[in-house]
């Protein structure tokens, strides 16, 4: 069946620093992916998605490029705030019409000023 | 923005009670979800719900689950006889539609309620 995996976290990094959370993913066929992202006392949020392969999803500075090759996606930023410290999740939806999403264990990044 | 409201945000029970977690979906969507997360665990499926009934379920959401759409705006999740398992975050979601345009079909979360079993 379709799986995600994700690094484990916690990722503890200072502000302005370069951000990589590793995502790779198991699927038939032509999976979309996303990520995720759980502030503090708040619920999932959509931050990027792609549905094909090449694909860059971009949002808020984050960027996660859609690689059927690797079977990944990972998220990245170039320069990280502390206002970034959350819980990101790495997420597919299959493409054989399920509506479910299947997760990754997510991933709890920590940002000093 | 509209957003996806789940009530209570902490949920405490004593193992053998009956539970319902409570959600209200962004009014113009059409496909309700459930899924929970274990702590520690990865979030992970259990239902979607569309037009009245269920349209996909995993095989956690065995029968102490249930789900129902009471009125026009609610939707719920009832755990018949909770287990000391049982206890996790639940997120309800909803989308617009499940597939075609993409903008569609996202799906769109609340903010959890948190289930303890003791």
């Known amino acids: 069946g379709d799986s995600v995996t994700q690094m484990e976290g916690p990722v503890t990094l200072s502000e302005e620093a370069f951000l990589t959370i590793n995502c790779t993913y198991t699927?038939?066929?032509?999976?979309?992916l996303f990520w995720y992202v759980q502030y503090p006392g708040e619920g999932l949020q959509l931050l990027l998605k792609?549905?094909?392969?090449?694909d860059k999803g971009s949002n808020k500075g984050f960027e996660a490029t859609y690689r059927k090759e690797t079977t990944s996606f990972h998220l990245e930023k170039g320069s990280v705030q502390v206002s970034d410290s959350a819980v990101y999740f790495c997420a597919l939806k299959g493409y054989t019409g399920r509506r479910a999403l299947t997760f990754g264990s997510g991933t709890r990044l920590q940002v000093q000023p | 923005e509209p957003e996806v409201t789940q009530t209570p945000s902490h949920q405490v029970t004593q193992m053998g009670q009956e539970v319902i977690l409570r959600c209200v979906p962004i009014s113009n969507h059409l496909y309700f979800y459930w899924y929970r997360q274990i702590l520690g665990q990865k979030v992970e499926f259990l239902v979607s719900?569309?037009?009245?009934?269920?349209?996909?379920k995993s095989e956690i959401f065995d029968d102490q689950f249930s789900v129902e759409r009471p009125d026009g705006s609610n939707f719920t999740l009832k755990i018949r006889s909770t287990k000391l398992e049982d206890s996790a975050m639940y997120f309800c979601?909803?989308?617009?539609?499940?597939?075609?345009?993409?903008?569609?079909?996202?799906?769109?979360f609340g903010a959890g309620t948190r289930l303890s079993v003791l």
């Open positions: 699927a038939t066929g032509y999976p979309s």
């Open positions: 792609a549905t094909k392969a090449d």
């Open positions: 719900f569309y037009n009245n009934e269920i349209s996909e």
């Open positions: 979601a909803s989308s617009e539609t499940s597939g075609g345009a993409e903008a569609k079909n996202i799906q769109y």
